[in-house]
C-alpha cells in the first residue's frame, strides 16, 4: 500500500457494541498508519480504553443509551427471533439517532473549528444522521458498513421489488442461494412508520455518502456487489479483512482468558470445537443444556464461550446439570470470553459453532476453518445462507435435538463431508490472503479510498 505523509484531519463516529467497534478501530489504525491523524467520536457508554491508543484523540458525546433502552442486553431482546428490520428494532435505533444528532453536530463544529479542515467525517451505519450533519457541514461523509456488502441491498433495494423484479434481478445462481426472496418477505411485513423511516433514512445515507467502506472481500460477494454497484453510484471500498491489517488491536470489551490456549496447546490438530455465540446473542437455560448434551455426546473436544449474564436468568453456568462436568472432564474448556482470533488460528482447532456475526464470519474464513451455523437474529441468517449455500464452508444447525446435534457436530468434524467442507474453507483462506498481497483487491482499495479522502 501507498505511504503517506500527514495526509489530512479523519473523524470517525463509532458505534458502540463490539462487532461495530473493534473494525472502526482496526480502520483507524490502518488509516493512521498512513500518515493521517484521527479523532474517534464514541458514545458515552462503552468501555474504549482511550490509553491504549495514545496515537488518536478521543471525544464523547451522549447517546442517552439508558434512556433510549439500547444497551447491548435491551438490544439482544429486541432483536432474539427477529430480522433488524422489526418495529423494536427500528424504534431503537431511530431513538439513538435523534439522540446523538445535536451532540454530534456540535462535536464536529468543535473539531472543524480547531482543525480548519476535516478531510472527511467515517461514520458507522448505524449513526446514520451523520450523513445529513456532514452534508450540511460540507464535510465529505463515509458510510463504513461492519456487515457484508449484501446487506447494503436489504433496505433500500429489496423492499422496492416486486416478486418478478426480485426473481429477474437476482439470477444469478449465487443471490438464488442466498433467498433474498425469504429475506424480502420479513422486510416488507407490517411496515411500521418507525420502520419506513429507518429505511429511508438507510437508503439516503447509502445514496449520499461520497464513499461505503465495507468489512469485506471483493471474491467473497462478488454477485452481490456488483448488484450494489448497479444500484448506487457510490464508490465502494472492500478493505477487509480489517483484523489482518491491524492485527494488534485489542478492542474487546470483555477480558480475554488466556488460559484455554495452554487447554488448547494439549489437544490434537483440529479436533476441537470451538463455540462462540459473539457479544450480543443470549440463549436460555434449556438452550444452554441442549448444548451441553451435544458437546457431551459428540465426543469431541471443545472450547466452549458463556459471557457472565448471556443465559437469561442466570450470571454464568451455574444451571449446568452436574453430571455434565463429571462426564466431559479434560475434554472441555468454558471460558467467559476468548481472544477468538488466536483461537481460531490455534492448530488444535477444527471447527466453529457460531451465531455467523459478520466479523466472526470473517475471523473463520481467515484461517480456514470450517462452520457449524446456529444463527440468532439479523445479518446472521444472510451470514448462515453465504456460509452453508454459497460458499459451502459449514452446516447449518437447524434444531438442538440431541440425536441432530451430535450427528451434524460429526459431520462437520470427522466424516467424508467434512472434510470436503475444510478443504473448501482452506481454499477461500488462500483467496483471502491473496486479497492483502499488493495487487489484492483490498489492498488496491485501500489504494482508491486514501486517493479520495487525500484529495
Ligand atoms: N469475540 C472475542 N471473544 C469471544 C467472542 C467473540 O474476541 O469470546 C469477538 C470476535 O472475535 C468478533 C466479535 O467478538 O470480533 C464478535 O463480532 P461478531 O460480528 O461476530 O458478532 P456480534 O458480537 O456483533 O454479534
Known sequence: MEKQEKSGHLVLVMARFQGHSTPMLQLATILHSKGFSITIVHPEFNSLNPSNHPEFTFVSIPDKIKESQLSDEDLADKLKNSLVSTEDVAGSLQSLNKNCAAPLQKCLENILHSHHHIAAVIFDALIFCAQTIVNELGIPGITLRTSSATTLLLFPVLPQLGEKELMSGIESPELQALQLQRLRALIVQNPTQA?????????????????????????????????????????????????????????????????????????????????????????????????????????????????PGMVCGSEWIESLPNWFEESVGERGCIVKWAPQKEVLAHAAVGGFWSHCGWNSTIESICEGVPMLCRPFFGDQLLNTSYIRNVWKIGLELQNLERGNTVRTIKRLMVEMEGKDIRKRAMDLKKKAALCLMEDGSTTCSFNGLIKQISV
Open 195 to 307: 420502520m419506513m423511516e429507518v429505511r429511508a433514512a438507510f437508503t439516503n445515507m447509502i445514496k449520499f455518502s461520497s464513499a461505503i467502506i465495507v468489512n469485506s472481500m471483493e471474491f467473497l460477494e462478488l454477485e452481490a456487489l456488483s448488484k450494489v454497484r448497479q444500484y448506487f453510484p457510490t464508490p465502494i471500498f472492500t478493505v477487509g479483512p480489517l483484523h489482518k491489517l491491524a492485527p494488534a488491536i485489542c478492542g474487546s470489551l470483555l477480558t480475554e482468558d488466556d488460559k484455554c490456549i495452554s487447554w488448547l496447546n494439549k489437544q490434537a490438530p483440529k479436533s476441537v470445537i470451538y463455540v462462540s455465540f459473539g457479544s450480543i446473542a443470549n440463549i436460555d437455560k434449556q438452550e444452554l443444556i441442549e448444548t451441553a448434551w451435544g458437546l457431551s455426546n459428540s465426543k469431541q473436544p471443545f472450547l466452549w464461550v458463556v459471557r
